[in-house]
C-alpha cells in the first residue's frame, strides 16, 4: 500500500505502523493454517461471516473481561480487556489483509473526518447530541 501525499508525518507513522501489524497479523494466521484446508492442506477462502463473528466474539470477550475486572488466562500480567482487544484488533487486520483492504489508509481517512463532524465536537454532545 502505497502513503497517500496528503498525510501528515504523525499520520504516516500511524499508517506504517498498521501497515505492518496488518502484515505481521496475516503472516501469523497463514503459518497457523487458518488459510488451508486442514486435510487437503489446500489453500481455502475463509467464511467471511464466520470470522466477523469471531470478531464479535473477541468483543464480548473483553465486555466479560471488563465486567468481571480479569486478567487474561493466557498473558496473566496483563488485563483481559487489553488482550481481547488485541486479539480484536489482530483478527480485523489478518481479514483485511486477506481481502487486501486498505484499513491503514481507511483509518487515517476516517479519523481525519471525525475530527471535523460537528456532532463529536464537546459543544454539540453537551447539547444533548449522542448519548453515546
Request: aromatic share 6%.
Amino acid at each position: 500500500m502505497s502513503i497517500p501525499k496528503d498525510m501528515t508525518d504523525e499520520e504516516i507513522d500511524a499508517f506504517q505502523g498498521i501497515v505492518s501489524a496488518q502484515l505481521i497479523a496475516h503472516q501469523t494466521a497463514n503459518d497457523a493454517g487458518w488459510y488451508k484446508d486442514p486435510k487437503t492442506g489446500q489453500p481455502i477462502e475463509r467464511n467471511f461471516g464466520e470470522v466477523i463473528a469471531l470478531m464479535h466474539s473477541e468483543l464480548s470477550e473483553a465486555l466479560e473481561a471488563d465486567r468481571k475486572d480479569l486478567m487474561d488466562d493466557k498473558l496473566p500480567h496483563r488485563k483481559g480487556i487489553e488482550v481481547e482487544f488485541a486479539d480484536t484488533i489482530i483478527r480485523i487486520l489478518d481479514t483485511a489483509a486477506a481481502h487486501n483492504l486498505d484499513v491503514a489508509g481507511a483509518i487515517i481517512e476516517k479519523n481525519r473526518y471525525n475530527r471535523q463532524r460537528a456532532d463529536h465536537k464537546l459543544e454539540a454532545r453537551a447539547a444533548g447530541g449522542k448519548k453515546y
